[in-house]
């Protein structure tokens, strides 16, 4: 084989390399956790949904948003990630009635009879 013949070959192997290299960063950009975007706070979570026709026709309103949100900062951390997630649920599910009466139980309980 001469020199001339075993360049192409190595090009062949050098691109093959890239290509590859190209593919793992690909998969691992892919595989990052969706976490890496902020998660926007629970209050303005609410009081966009205080503002959209579905949470107005369930009575969600900025102020039971914000007394919510005060009780809220009562709260143990897990005891705040518990009601967090539950709500978000309610409200990406589209349960805004659901929500709103979690929030209410919630605030006529005390939040777990605190």
Do not use: C, I, W
């Not at 062949?12 to 890496?36: D, G, I």
């Amino acid at each position: 084989m001469t020199p001339k013949d075993a360049a192409p070959a190595s090009q062949h192997q050098l691109h093959a390399e890239v290509y590859r290299e190209q593919k793992n960063e690909q998969q691992e950009e892919q595989q990052q956790p969706e976490a890496a975007m902020p998660v926007k706070d629970l209050f303005a979570v609410l009081l966009e949904a205080a503002s959209s026709t579905a949470g107005v026709a369930a009575g969600l309103t900025p102020e039971l948003a914000a007394s919510f949100s005060s009780l809220m900062d009562r709260l143990a951390p897990a005891e705040q990630a518990a009601k967090d997630f539950r709500l978000r649920l309610l409200l990406e599910s589209g349960l805004h009635s659901a929500a709103a009466q979690l929030m209410n139980t919630a605030l006529t309980y005390g939040l777990g009879g605190r």
